[in-house]
């Protein structure tokens, strides 16, 4: 299988240009979602559950809605798990509500009605993956953790990497390793927001907005996708690519 290399994970002065670069992007174009103004595990967890195979602009009015009837860890573990799933319609994937319902219900009985910022005991609980977990941690507890969903894997694939490479990589190990070498020790609520906010809202899947992308001069993507230019001889300007 392949992998990306540990020699060819970026270097301290790419990564500080990237972040410097997402991170200013992320200051003009940051989206206002609920959850981000909130600290709290539980509010955090509903939101990241919610999201998965699901639209935001779907969630909002549904996590609103979810909080309103249960508030706390506390009042899902005591709810009846068919009155979860009928005030999660029409979200779909049901497996989700019940997970969430048996998440609350662990959490009461084990660490006394809150969350664990532990990725392995959070990892445990049924429904939490490596993503998830990391969310938790980063956005409800601060840790400088990576996350790699489907719109992280697509920007620092296209950023880093390149179309050739991304379409060897196989397995989850490479990206994680690469996601981990770029998350600052600083500031990695913000960092992982924004890596998000890009991926959903302009390096999109179909028609990103590379001409206005503030990556595309050192995005292996765009770089491969443009000819190189030529010098006055007619000879392949290698500097121009550089």
């Not at 699901?54 to 009155?83: G, I, N, W």
Request: glycine fraction near 8%; hydrophobic fraction near 35%.
């Amino acid at each position: 299988m392949a992998a990306v290399p540990m020699t060819s994970l970026p270097d301290r002065r790419r990564r500080v240009r990237f972040r410097r670069r997402l991170l200013a992007w992320y200051g003009r174009h940051r989206r206002d979602l609920p959850w981000r103004r909130t600290e709290d595990p539980y509010h955090i967890l509903v939101s990241e559950i919610m999201l998965q195979q699901t639209q935001v602009d779907r969630v909002v009015p549904k996590y609103h809605e979810f909080l309103d009837r249960y508030p706390t860890l506390e009042a899902l573990a005591a709810s009846a798990p068919d009155d979860v799933k009928r005030l999660w319609y029409p979200l779909g994937y049901n497996v989700r509500p019940l997970n969430l319902h048996g998440i609350a219900c662990e959490a009461v009985a084990t660490y006394g009605g809150r969350l664990p910022d532990d990725d392995e005991a959070l990892r445990a609980m049924r429904g939490i993956g490596r993503y998830t977990a990391g969310a938790v941690r980063c956005f409800a507890y601060g840790r400088p953790v990576p996350i790699v969903d489907t719109n992280v894997r697509r920007v620092l694939g296209r950023v880093f990497l390149g179309p050739r490479r991304l379409a060897r990589l196989r397995g989850q190990k490479a990206m994680w390793d690469l996601a981990g070498a770029l998350v600052p020790p600083r500031k990695a609520y913000d960092y992982n927001q924004a890596l998000m906010d890009f991926g959903a809202t302009w390096c999109t899947p179909r028609s990103p907005r590379c001409g206005l992308c503030p990556m595309r001069r050192s995005c292996a993507t765009y770089r491969a996708a443009r000819p190189a230019p030529r010098g006055a001889d007619g000879r392949v300007d290698g500097r121009a690519r550089g």
